[in-house]
């Protein structure tokens, strides 16, 4: 079983910046594909950006340039750095590591 914990989300002023973290633990020794997907509400759950294991990372048209997944493979722990945040980017985040979700952390994004 594979628990992840997911850390970072809150309230920022837009045109500012966060991190969001999603660390893994339990039966997984290394994250082959790690993901973020964020839902707004009323709209469906959408893909922000992966990363694989091999490094190579897709981003969301909505979000190229801004936001970048990254990984720190010693601690098990993908990463979301979100910067020049527009309302819009306003949802829960959840993090998706080799088949097994995250609980969501919440970002807002006040104009």
């Known amino acids: 079983q594979v628990q992840l914990v997911e850390s970072g989300g809150g309230l920022v002023q837009a045109g500012g910046s966060l991190r969001l973290s999603c660390a893994a633990s339990?039966?997984?020794?290394?994250?082959?594909?790690g993901a973020w997907y964020r839902q707004a509400p009323g709209k469906q759950r959408e893909l922000v950006g992966k990363?694989?294991?091999?490094?190579?990372?897709t981003y969301a048209d909505s979000v190229k340039g801004r936001f970048t997944v990254s990984r720190d493979s010693a601690k098990n722990t993908v990463y979301l750095q979100m910067n020049s945040l527009k309302p819009e980017d306003t949802a829960v985040y959840y993090c998706?590591?080799?088949?097994?979700w995250g609980q969501g952390t919440l970002v807002t994004v006040s104009s």
């Open positions: 998706f590591v080799d088949g097994n």
């Open positions: 990363i694989s294991s091999g490094d190579s990372t």
């Open positions: 339990g039966s997984i020794f290394s994250i082959n594909l």
